[in-house]
């Protein structure tokens, strides 16, 4: 292990985390940065990663063992996530079907556990969350696809945009309305659904969105499809506080991804900087290189203490909103600014493919959108944790 993960990883490591990355480093030594490279050269999904991180049961961190899972909790998945990110590997696979089992878990009956998990834990299937929509954008309170009960089914009409996986997936979290949006009452009348793909009516159309990793965008039309009555997570028209309940966690994970990342960027920068000497000395005793770098080390190493805080409150029941989005900004931007240091760092050659650096652009850059952009982040503290007015 390099200086740098020495330095970062002395927070909040104890016995458990540490055979959590201790088991997912020895599976990337395998299937880690080249192997990632390689498949996404030949277009192919990393499926050997996958399983491997399935049967060693890393991928069942978070689930209770009752259900074929490892136990552990939001602590234990981000140190994977982090771990797979400083290896050069972004966990978004991993980050979606958390996401969804999650509301399964937690809101839906046995015969849906029993049904949705198990494949989730292997690594065998892959999983999609349907509720983004073009026209309502971060405002997924007013998304448009409705679902009208029909005797023992229920009909989706509508359209999505943005949805991850959805077209090579076989389980999916449909969100869609039960009734018509209201302005003064956000949050009722939306419902998930859980659909096994493909189904009748819903078809999948590729997104020309490239970031620069396994994640496929998708625009999906949906068109009288039908679902059983059982196919309901939940309440009918209590969908959005199911969604509310699970985005802490979704910020806690994407955070730890994009720390990883910024940090595997930041150990090629520093490498490159002891040993490129165009002027006869290594350009890292130059400290116009070396505080870009420092800056990114200080900027990650605080996002990622404050996304174990974030981790540690989910897990102990405790409100973790301000904590959660905090740390999504700190560690998006952190990413970034990684990002930055290692191309200023490389030059010219940071733009050629082979020295791996541009590569992760878009993924990088999207850490500032997605899940949710950092504006409405900001909007989210101001209101919660400054206590003013709601922006505009």
Same mark, same amino acid.
């Given at each position: 292990? =390099?200086?740098?993960?020495?330095?970062?990883?002395?927070?909040?490591?104890?016995?458990?985390?540490?055979?959590?990355? *201790?088991?997912?480093?020895?599976?990337?030594?395998?299937?880690?940065?080249?192997?990632?490279?390689?498949?996404?050269?030949?277009?192919?999904?990393?499926?050997?990663?996958?399983?491997?991180?399935?049967? =060693?049961?890393?991928?069942?961190?978070?689930?209770?063992?009752?259900?074929?899972?490892?136990?552990?909790?939001?602590?234990?998945?981000?140190? $994977?996530?982090?771990?797979?990110?400083?290896? +050069?590997?972004?966990?978004?696979?991993?980050?979606?079907?958390?996401?969804?089992?999650?509301?399964?878990?937690?809101?839906?009956?046995?015969?849906?556990? %029993?049904?949705?998990?198990?494949?989730?834990?292997?690594?065998?299937?892959?999983?999609?969350?349907?509720?983004?929509?073009?026209?309502? +954008?971060?405002?997924?309170?007013? !998304?448009?696809?409705?679902? *009208?009960?029909?005797?023992?089914?229920?009909?989706?009409?509508?359209?999505?945009?943005? !949805?991850?996986?959805?077209? *090579?997936?076989?389980?999916?979290?449909?969100?869609?309305?039960?009734?018509?949006?209201?302005?003064?009452?956000?949050? =009722?009348?939306? %419902?998930?659904?859980?659909?096994?793909?493909?189904?009748?009516?819903?078809?999948?159309?590729?997104?020309?969105?490239?970031?620069?990793?396994?994640?496929?965008? #998708?625009?999906?039309?949906?068109?009288?499809?039908?679902?059983?009555?059982? /196919?309901?997570?939940?309440?009918?028209?209590?969908?959005?506080?199911?969604?509310?309940?699970?985005?802490?966690?979704?910020?806690?994970?994407?955070?730890?991804?994009? *720390?990883? $990342?910024?940090?595997?960027?930041?150990?090629? %920068?520093?490498?490159?900087?002891?040993?490129? /000497?165009?002027?006869?000395?290594?350009?890292?005793? #130059?400290?116009?290189?070396?505080?870009?770098? /420092?800056?990114?080390?200080?900027?990650?190493?605080?996002?990622?203490?404050?996304?174990?805080?974030?981790?540690?409150?989910?897990?102990?029941?405790?409100?973790? +909103?301000?904590?959660?989005?905090?740390?999504?900004?700190?560690? =998006?931007?952190?990413?970034?600014?990684?990002?930055?240091?290692?191309?200023?760092?490389?030059?010219?050659?940071?733009?050629?493919?082979? #020295?791996?650096?541009?590569?992760? #652009?878009?993924? !990088?850059?999207?850490?500032?959108?997605?899940?949710?952009?950092?504006?409405? !982040?900001?909007?989210?503290?101001?209101?919660?944790?400054?206590?003013?007015? %709601?922006?505009?």
């Amino acid at each position: 292990m =390099s200086r740098i993960s020495d330095s970062l990883l002395t927070h909040r490591l104890d016995e458990t985390t540490t055979d959590v990355r *201790v088991a997912t480093e020895e599976i990337l030594k395998r299937y880690g940065r080249p192997y990632v490279l390689e498949c996404l050269a030949q277009d192919r999904f990393p499926q050997e990663l996958m399983s491997a991180l399935g049967s =060693s049961g890393l991928l069942g961190l978070g689930v209770p063992e009752e259900h074929g899972g490892s136990g552990g909790g939001t602590v234990e998945q981000c140190c $994977l996530a982090e771990t797979m990110g400083r290896a +050069g590997i972004p966990a978004a696979l991993f980050l979606i079907a958390n996401f969804t089992r999650n509301l399964v878990l937690r809101f839906g009956t046995d015969k849906q556990i %029993a049904d949705f998990l198990p494949a989730s834990l292997t690594g065998e299937a892959r999983y999609s969350f349907a509720l983004t929509e073009a026209d309502a +954008g971060t405002n997924s309170f007013a !998304i448009r696809t409705s679902a *009208v009960r029909d005797g023992d089914a229920w009909i989706i009409n509508g359209t999505k945009a943005f !949805i991850s996986w959805i077209g *090579v997936a076989s389980k999916a979290l449909l969100v869609a309305r039960t009734s018509k949006y209201d302005p003064s009452n956000r949050t =009722s009348g939306l %419902a998930i659904f859980a659909v096994d793909l493909p189904t009748p009516g819903l078809e999948a159309h590729p997104m020309r969105i490239d970031q620069g990793d396994f994640d496929k965008q #998708y625009i999906v039309t949906l068109d009288d499809v039908r679902l059983p009555t059982d /196919a309901l997570i939940g309440e009918a028209h209590a969908g959005f506080s199911y969604i509310f309940d699970a985005l802490n966690p979704e910020r806690a994970l994407a955070s730890s991804m994009a *720390v990883g $990342l910024g940090t595997f960027l930041l150990e090629k %920068a520093v490498s490159y900087a002891q040993t490129r /000497a165009p002027f006869g000395s290594p350009i890292g005793t #130059y400290q116009g290189v070396q505080h870009p770098l /420092a800056r990114s080390f200080a900027s990650l190493r605080a996002a990622r203490s404050l996304i174990y805080e974030a981790a540690e409150a989910i897990d102990a029941g405790r409100p973790a +909103g301000v904590l959660a989005n905090s740390a999504k900004f700190l560690a =998006s931007e952190a990413a970034n600014a990684a990002f930055d240091a290692a191309m200023q760092t490389h030059g010219g050659y940071a733009f050629d493919e082979d #020295y791996d650096v541009v590569t992760f #652009y878009r993924r !990088i850059r999207g850490s500032r959108i997605a899940p949710l952009n950092n504006e409405m !982040i900001l909007n989210f503290l101001a209101e919660r944790a400054l206590g003013l007015p %709601a922006g505009r």
